[in-house]
């Protein structure tokens, strides 16, 4: 919450962010329309500067982006995102957050191994749900 954000905006706002998702889920067609939808809802609720959903390659360690929105949203297209912590490019947030299987959150992220900017870009607030479903989404 923003110092200038009143806790009845903030909770106004986080409702039509859940809104817009369940709005997704209704009329998404296909899981790519869904992720974005999702990513989307994120950034107009103007909650996150940047949303992304990922999934792992069943064959190796690297990460596809789904869909993003935002600030950032072709600089994640572009980037090489890793879950093997024996990689550089695997010791950033996303790669920390996959490994224990858990969600994880960060409202402040500061610099540390794995975080750095050789490491590709770090954000205030980084929400992150890993999804380790046996199954890769399609268009």
Not at 39 to 49: I, Q, W, Y
Not at 75 to 91: F, H, M, N
Request: proline fraction near 9%; charge should be negative; aromatic fraction near 6%.
């Amino acid at each position: 919450m923003s110092p200038v954000e009143t806790a009845d905006q903030h909770l106004a706002s986080m409702y039509a962010v859940l809104g817009a998702t369940n709005e997704a889920l209704l009329y998404a067609k296909t899981p790519a329309e869904l992720f974005q939808r999702v990513c989307d809802a994120a950034v107009d609720g103007r909650k996150f500067l940047t949303a992304a959903v990922t999934s792992p390659d069943v064959d190796t360690a690297w990460l596809k982006v789904e869909a993003a929105s935002g600030l950032a949203a072709q600089q994640l297209r572009e980037v090489r995102i890793s879950v093997d912590e024996a990689t550089p490019e695997g010791r950033g947030l996303v790669g920390e957050a996959y490994r224990p299987s858990a969600t994880t959150l960060r409202t402040t992220i500061a610099p540390s191994r794995g975080t750095s900017p050789a490491n590709g870009p770090v954000w205030p607030r980084a929400p992150l749900f890993p999804s380790h479903s046996t199954t890769t989404p399609s268009a």
